[in-house]
Nanobody
Framework: QVHLVESGGGMVQAGDSLTLACTAS???????MAWFRQAPGKEREFVAT????????NYADPVRGRFTISMDRTGNTLYLQMNRLKSEDTAVYYC?????????????????WGQGTQVTVAS
């Protein structure tokens, strides 16, 4: 069992930066962590993923070069550093965990989810 708790959301202006955190507990060793987001009226979409040891990371095209996913294994915390935020980044951001060591961009491949944290970017 894995328990995920996100934090760090808020309201910012376009062009600002924001860092989200996800604290994980339970059987997380050598698993895969990811961030997804869901805007109102839209399906949940992939943002970024990383293996537990950071050997493999992947980003969605809309955020590549602006967002950075990282893992603090000491504190069992996943981060998403978001720079040059745009209004279209507005969404609820979810942390997710997947058993095994293969990254995936499909929400259906993830086994555990956090409750989400709202990010609102004002233009």
């Amino acid at each position: 069992q894995v328990h995920l708790v996100e934090s760090g959301g808020g309201m910012v202006q376009a062009g600002d930066s924001l860092t989200l955190a996800c604290t994980a507990s339970g059987n997380t060793f050598a698993t895969v962590m990811a961030w997804f987001r869901q805007a109102p009226g839209k399906e949940r979409e992939f943002v970024a993923t990383t293996t537990w040891f950071g050997s493999n990371t992947n980003y969605a095209d809309p955020v590549r070069g602006r967002f950075t996913i990282s893992m603090d294994r000491t504190g069992n915390t996943l981060y998403l550093q978001m720079n040059r935020l745009k209004s279209e980044d507005t969404a609820v951001y979810y942390c997710a965990n997947r058993k095994g060591s293969l990254t995936s961009s499909s929400p259906g491949d993830y086994d555990y989810w956090g409750q989400g944290t709202q990010v609102t970017v004002a233009s």
